[in-house]
């Protein structure tokens, strides 16, 4: 879309909630202005010999609360408005959700499916050697995280660089979204797609609210179309499907499918990995004439997961869903919103639905820094305490549970256990609250995510007060 620019749609949608708040205007220009914006260069020596100059990007939204917080992204696409409008969205993201960071992003601008892994590994390496000369990184500073383009690998790289260069005992905690074995956490890599599961699921439990929609309380036997089979969209699907929902329609970079009947996701993800992550070609299900189209197919619920800015003002009033589970960041525009909106549709908001990312790396900073897993000292304590209660009702009741049977009502709480029960009690603490809010302002899910937001940071702001 010509003159989309990504952070002045966020400050659009949040000026439209501090209008329900009463912060004063000052802070609330301070709310929304980005703290720190870093834009860099970097020489990196490709496998050939040859020179790259490569443009990396971090932004601090907010310091009220520290470390700031954010993925980074590699990505052609990559740029300073974007990367400022992905980190203030992390801003007021965690603040819904109650993590006690403020929001940050960064991006490097490449295609990593066009560099080798070693020449991905020298960049990724040369840009948190950057980071750290700035003090752009840190356990009690700034705390990377992967995003689109990257992932466990890239965050053990820069934890590695990070450690080499710093003797702060708590490097682990410089970044998460690590594999296990270098101080990541069970759970995370499924994470933000089961916050969105654990979002949706919430908010089609509410029964008054499904009714308004015309659809009955809960997720089994609901219709849903996917758009990008990612990480995140492939996790979302997984669950929804273990839920009983059923998938209809995926929408990737190279086509759409659709199938009322359902489409297999575990035959469909076979197909994508064999054909360099595209389904184009998949015969299981009717191809449309464009790689958009199956968004405006009816469904219960519509889901993106993939970029920002998919849904516009030229396809949303084609769009039929009754819901719209926001995966993705920033996939509607502000306009698109409106229209959407206005004929009754219930947007679960991205501000608030692919939290679960930054609330499993919140539970992966604690571990490093904590330097103990979760359930450790507590998780073969609770077993046996189980075992004891078992052992005394076999006894009064003459009634033996069977080994299988000791073994799912004894289970103790295991790091992944407790990592997807904090997740679920977050997402859904704060769906209920930010629902509350909706209807107390007489406004939609997103406003009311952002009234929520406003409201803690500006709390914070006004109580440090400025100085010098």
């Known amino acids: ?29 301070q709310l929304k202005a980005c703290n720190d914006i870093l834009h860099i260069q970097f020489p990196v020596e490709m496998d050939d010999g040859s020179i ?19 993925g980074i992204r590699y990505s052609t696409m990559v740029n300073e408005d974007e990367t400022m409008a992905l980190a203030a969205l ?57 995003d689109m383009g990257s992932g466990e690998r890239e965050m053990g790289w820069i934890f590695d660089t990070f450690r ?15 594999p296990v074995g270098q101080g990541g956490i069970r759970g ?77 996701l575990k035959d469909l993800m076979q197909y994508k990995n064999e054909n360099n992550g595209g389904i184009s070609g998949y015969d299981k299900a009717t191809q449309l004439n464009s790689n958009t189209a199956v968004l405006e197919k009816e469904c219960d619920i519509l889901i993106p997961a993939a970029l920002e800015n998919q849904i516009t003002e030229s ?25 959407i909106k206005s004929r009754g549709a219930l947007i679960i908001p991205d501000n608030y639905l692919n939290a679960g990312g930054v609330t499993v790396s919140y539970f992966e900073w604690l571990k490093n820094i904590q330097h103990v897993r979760f359930g450790r000292m507590g998780k073969r304590f609770e077993e046996n305490s189980y075992k004891k209660i078992l052992s005394v009702i076999e006894t009064i009741s003459d009634r033996k549970f069977t080994e299988d049977e000791l073994a799912v009502l004894a289970q103790g709480g295991g790091e992944r256990e407790l990592v997807d029960s904090g997740l679920e009690e977050t997402m859904v603490n704060a769906y209920n609250e930010i629902n509350e809010l909706r209807k107390y302002h007489g406004v939609d899910l997103r406003t009311a995510a952002f009234i929520s937001a406003i409201n803690k940071v500006g709390f914070m702001y006004k109580g440090m007060g400025i100085f010098p």
């Open 1 to 29: 879309m010509s003159g989309y620019k990504f952070y002045e749609q966020v400050n659009k949608a949040f000026d439209r909630a501090a209008a329900h708040t009463k912060i004063e205007k000052g802070l609330l220009d």
């Open 315 to 339: 396809n949303a009033p084609n769009i039929k869903a009754k819901i719209i589970g926001e995966a993705a960041n920033g996939p509607t525009t502000d306009v698109a919103h409106e229209v």
């Open 52 to 70: 790259r100059v490569i443009d990396g990007y971090r932004v601090e939204h907010s310091h009220h609360k520290m470390p700031t917080k954010g």
């Open 90 to 146: 992390m801003t007021y993201k965690c603040a819904v959700v109650d993590v006690p960071f403020g929001g940050a992003k960064g991006g490097i601008k490449i295609d990593p499916k066009k560099f080798s892994v070693t020449e991905l590994e020298r960049i990724t390496r040369r840009y948190t050697f950057e980071l750290y000369k700035k003090n752009f990184i840190g356990a009690g500073n700034d705390v990377p995280a992967p």
């Open 188 to 264: 995370r890599k499924e994470a933000t797609g089961r916050g969105v599961y654990f979002g949706i699921k919430e908010a089609c439990s509410n029964a008054e609210d499904m009714k308004e929609l015309g659809l009955s309380k809960g997720i089994a036997d609901k219709t849903f179309i996917l758009q990008g089979l990612g990480n995140v969209g492939y996790h979302t699907a997984m669950y929804m499907i273990e839920a009983g929902a059923k998938m209809i329609g995926v929408a990737e970079y190279d086509a759409s499918i659709y199938d009322e009947k359902g489409i297999d």
């Open 164 to 178: 080499q260069l710093s003797n702060d005992i708590n490097a682990e905690g410089c970044v998460t979204g690590k």
